[in-house]
Nanobody, 113 residues
């Protein structure tokens, strides 16, 4: 596993969490980065992405609540999640993409109502 996601946990509805994903420099510097999530019994879905140049894109369901950012000095991408809802409960996966796709192992986020 080349992408290491961390930061998941159990939080009450309305709370916040910050996910981190560290990648080797050779992957991070040449790839756009994204977060996906997969809830039990559902397909994996796109959450947010950030291009090498910094442009961001969000799923409608998280716009205004989640913020994706990247620290090029630390080869790390973050997902700041605020105003969490029970429907945000899922395993969150880090993704690096360009000419190839790389996936991390996932981190569990559980939001209690």
């Amino acid at each position: 596993v080349q992408l290491q996601a961390s930061g998941g946990g159990l939080v009450q509805a309305g709370g916040s969490l910050r996910l981190s994903c560290a990648a080797p420099g050779s992957i991070f510097s040449s790839n756009h980065m994204a977060w996906y999530r997969q809830a039990p019994g559902k397909q994996r879905e796109f959450v947010a992405s950030i291009a090498i140049g910094g442009n961001t894109n969000y799923a409608d369901s998280v716009k205004g609540r989640f913020t994706i950012s990247r620290d090029n000095a630390k080869n790390t991408v973050y997902l700041q999640m605020n105003s969490l809802k029970s429907e945000d409960t899922a395993v969150y996966y880090c993704n690096a993409f360009n000419s190839r796709n790389y996936w991390g192992q996932g981190t569990q986020v559980t939001v209690s109502s």
